[in-house]
């Protein structure tokens, strides 16, 4: 079993920035690829980004590319999702998630086996 928490959001102003942890207990987080998830009031979750296990890849979401980065520290078990120059429309809870997986990042949730409870990030204008 993994145990996922999430930490980090907060409300901000438009082009502030966040940077959000995820930690893992239970397992150690190696081999795991870990992908970063949000969902907005009355909308599906969305593939944000994610990490591959051996760490060379990731893989973003067009709308975050260029303003959100994905790392990870598996000696702290830890994964970051740093998101910088946010916009209202970034607002949502955001949960992380892991799959046990070396080399691929996949985008879609249900792929996953454990997540997260989700931090709330909130952007005004």
């Known amino acids: 079993q993994v145990q996922l928490v999430e930490s980090g959001g907060g409300s901000v102003q438009a082009g502030d920035s966040l940077r959000l942890s995820c930690a893992a207990s239970?397992?150690?987080?190696?081999?795991?690829?870990m992908g970063w998830f949000r969902q907005a009031p009355g909308k599906e979750r969305q593939f944000v980004g994610g990490?591959?296990?051996?760490?060379?890849?990731?893989l973003y979401e067009d709308s975050v590319k260029g303003r959100f980065t994905i790392s990870r520290d598996n000696g702290k078990n830890t994964v970051y999702l740093q998101m910088n120059s946010l916009k209202p429309e970034d607002t949502a809870v955001y949960y992380c998630a892991a799959v046990r997986s070396w080399s691929r990042v996949v985008d879609s949730y249900y792929q996953y086996d454990y997540g997260g409870q989700g931090t709330q990030v909130t952007v005004s204008s």
């Open positions: 239970g397992r150690i987080l190696s081999g795991y690829t």
């Open positions: 990490i591959s296990g051996s760490g060379s890849s990731t």
